[in-house]
Every structure is written in C-alpha cells, then in structure tokens.
C-alpha cells in the first residue's frame, strides 16, 4: 500500500476551537442538524474530560501502526490525532509511548477507529483517549498509508485541520469551515437550554413547554384513570 504524507494543511481557527470546547457533543451535534456524530462504540477510556482540537489525520494498515509514527511529525499544539485504518481492526495500535510523544508536541488526545492499550497509564497521565476497542494485542511497523487525507469513521468524512470534539457521550467533527457558525448556533442553543431548564425547575412540564399534548392527541393517545383502564380489558 503506498500512500502520502501532506504537510502543513489548512484548519480551523484556534478562537474558534476554543467557542467549541465549551459545549458538549450533544448540543453541537444538535447545532448542526444532529450531523458529525462518530459511532456510540467509539468510547472513552476516561470519565469527566472534554476536549476540542483541529485533526491530524491517518489512514493506516490493519495490525500497522508505522503510519501514526509518521503523524507524529505532523501534529502540533492544539491537535488531536485520529486514526483508521483501510478495513476494521481492534489491535492496540495506539499506547503510552506515542502519547508521551504527542504531549510533547502539544496534542490534546487521540481518537481510534481501533484499538488501544495502557490505558491505565494514558488516564495516570492525563492523555485524552476515545476508540473503539481497549486491546493489548501488538502491532507491526511494515505497510504504507497516508496522514493529513480526509478519511471517514462511522460515515462521517474527516479532513485534516476539521474541529473534533470529545467528551463522555462521544465524538463529534465539526468542519473547519463550519466551526464558527456551529459555535455562535451551539451558544444560541446552550440558551435555550438554559430558559427550558428554568421552567422545569418551576415546574412547567415538557408537554406544555414543548406544546405535545395536542401531538399526543393527534397520534390517538388517550387518558384514562385506572380503573376505566382495568375494565376496558379483557
């Protein structure tokens, strides 16, 4: 397998990186169309983290790492590394070696369509992590691939220098040309949020916030009392 290695692509700017790190997945995913969700099996190996960063991205071998060895070189301050390989594979490709390389350089986590290992030791050093299998089963160092290419994880396309956002409920891309716009209509929403979450502690229910009582009867749903529940059945 021959491949590429692109040098210096275009991303996201860091102001608007930041807007974005301030929101959960959810409400961004919500902000754009409920669109860039990565699979609910791409999970973190950590609790409580959220973090936002501009994609180096790589395209590798199953059972190979030799191409995140090559992204390495590739990834600066602010980055978060993501990683697929040509056909599904679950193998460790990813531990606490190339972590310790990649805080030198200032990246803020890793996310793997694959697998990963140490991660007792990635958590005890505070290094963000999200895949899709913990495995300790090794890799080779032996096939081409290619880093800063758009790759796709879970249908969605990531093109280096895209915003990606991780927290407990998963991932999310945000393309670089959005990331602005998906910033100011997360804000607009956090608003929202924050107006519905006052009415309910006042104690206004959804079915009237929402106006879903009449949905409710339009779909044929009925109120009874139990006891007229209990008679009508046979």
């Known amino acids: 397998m021959s491949g590429v290695i692109v040098t210096n692509p275009p991303k996201a700017a860091a102001k608007d990186v930041e807007a974005l790190a301030g929101f959960g997945v959810a409400t961004v995913s919500e902000a754009m169309g409920r669109t860039g969700l990565l699979g609910p099996e791409i999970r973190p190996i950590q609790q409580g983290v959220r973090v936002a960063g501009t994609a180096v991205t790589v395209i590798g071998w199953p059972g190979d ?98 915003v990606i956002l991780a927290d407990d409920d998963g991932v999310v891309v945000i393309p670089r040309e959005r990331a602005r716009e998906t910033a100011e209509k997360a804000e607009a929403r956090e608003a929202k949020e924050a107006a519905t979450r006052a009415a309910f502690l006042g104690g206004q229910l959804g079915l009237d916030r929402y106006g879903l009582r009449g949905t409710l009867e339009r779909l044929g749903v009925e109120y009874r009392t139990y006891e007229e529940y209990v008679g009508e059945r046979p």
């Open 65 to 162: 790492n030799l191409m995140i060895h090559a992204a390495v070189e590739q990834c600066g301050e602010g980055d978060i590394l993501v990683v697929t390989t040509t056909s599904p594979c679950t193998d460790g490709l990813f531990g606490e070696l190339f972590a310790t390389a990649l805080t030198h350089r200032g990246v803020r986590g890793v996310v793997l369509s694959t697998g990963i290992r140490d991660t007792q030791e990635l958590r005890e050093m505070g290094f963000a992590a999200w895949s899709r299998a913990v495995s300790s089963q090794g890799t080779v160092k032996a096939t081409g691939g290619s880093v800063n290419v758009p790759i796709a994880i879970d249908g969605q396309v990531i093109r280096p220098g895209d």
